[in-house]
């Protein structure tokens, strides 16, 4: 007789049967993100949206990475009752995850930089995670593994598997939804959609979605300085490795797994007084209050919309809100952080003062 093993366990399963209820019912209370209209002048003929990630119950666009994050470790049997779970982040996925665990009873643990903001600690905290703080963001991957096999639980490690742990083909992924909401407005396929780049997750959705439904929607991702991902872009050095961004949620020491440069169309190099300046000039346009990845997508799609006003070409170009401004109210929102780096915004203030005016985007003298 041939031996069997058998391991179903029927408790087990009913107990992940109930998680993935719980983490379905919660995105299915929560009604789709807001796209807004950018108040560019209509005779342009160029049409710039904002996707409003902040209105998720996390506050941030990585509310649907935690989310699927954790569908994807409960589908594969990872994330069991008890299960402590562990995330390597720089604030805003832990925020989020933090919320999930919570909603299925289970511990979490951050492993984050010292220099995350203290609302985004707070807000970790608030969701009943613990924040465990390195002083070398470099080793934040190795810290979260050491803590996992120390207490028997699972490493989410979002930098890689946020590429793979989203359905790209569909089932209300950011780009589904990004192109539903555009289809009766006058320029339905975006010329753009600009991104950041974390972990790469939402760049390889967006760019695998457009080239899977035979769209000509480019996807360009803006980086800030001292990333990574750039560097490795231009040179096509996937080993490269850099200081580090002071842009919270965007841009890495090391290119991460789920950076699939391959489905990327154009990289941009973003100053940090430039994602400053319009994190600010953002607010003073529209009255939102964003954080500074999102102004470092808005400097990209400015400088696309002014590549496009140049060429006397017609169409839209969307990008994303990330998070809000209420969690960099110490940092970025504040002159004498600013003051204290030596990071001076003005210059870069003026030229999207200008830009409003003239639909051009020079660099700074």
Not at 136 to 142: A, E, F, K
């Amino acid at each position: 007789m041939g031996e069997i093993v058998d391991r179903c366990d029927p408790g087990r399963r009913a107990w992940i049967a109930e998680a993935v209820r719980r983490v379905e019912a919660d995105a299915n209370r929560s009604a789709d993100t807001h796209l807004h209209v950018f108040p560019l002048p209509p005779e342009w003929g160029v049409d710039l949206y904002l996707k409003d990630e902040s209105v998720h119950p996390t506050g941030s666009l990585k509310h649907r990475l935690a989310r699927s994050l954790f569908l994807y470790g409960l589908a594969n049997g990872w994330i069991r009752e008890g299960t402590t779970i562990i995330e390597a982040s720089s604030g805003s996925t832990a925020v989020s995850e933090a919320y999930f665990a919570r909603l299925l009873g289970l511990p979490f643990v951050a492993v984050m930089p010292a220099a995350t903001s203290v609302e985004k600690i707070a807000l970790i905290e608030f969701y009943g995670g613990r924040c465990h703080l390195v002083d070398d963001p470099s080793s934040i991957y190795d810290e979260s593994r050491r803590l996992a096999a120390g207490c028997d639980g699972h490493f989410m490690d979002q930098f890689t598997y946020a590429e793979r742990a989203t359905d790209w083909r569909g089932n209300n992924n950011i780009a589904e939804s990004i192109f539903e909401q555009l289809r009766l407005e006058r320029f339905p396929e975006p010329t753009w959609i600009v991104v950041g780049a974390g972990t790469g997750g939402t760049s390889a959705t967006i760019g695998r979605y457009a080239r899977y439904r035979r769209l000509e929607t480019r996807v360009a991702v803006v980086d800030p300085e001292g990333s990574a991902f750039f560097g490795a872009f231009r040179d096509g050095d996937a080993g490269r490795t850099a200081p580090g961004s002071r842009i919270e949620g965007i841009g890495r020491p090391r290119v991460e797994p789920s950076f699939l440069p391959a489905v990327i169309d154009r990289m941009i190099e973003v100053p940090d007084a430039a994602s400053i300046a319009a994190m600010r000039w953002t607010r003073a346009v529209t009255g939102r209050g964003v954080g500074g990845s999102t102004g470092t997508n808005l400097w990209g799609a400015a400088r696309l919309v002014a590549e496009m006003r140049a060429r006397g070409e017609r169409g839209s170009v969307v990008t994303l809100i990330c998070d809000g401004a209420e969690r960099y109210a110490r940092t970025y929102d504040s002159d004498a952080w600013l003051a204290d780096r030596g990071i001076d915004i003005a210059p870069y203030t003026a030229l999207l003062d200008a830009f409003l005016k003239t639909g051009e985007l020079p660099e700074p003298a």
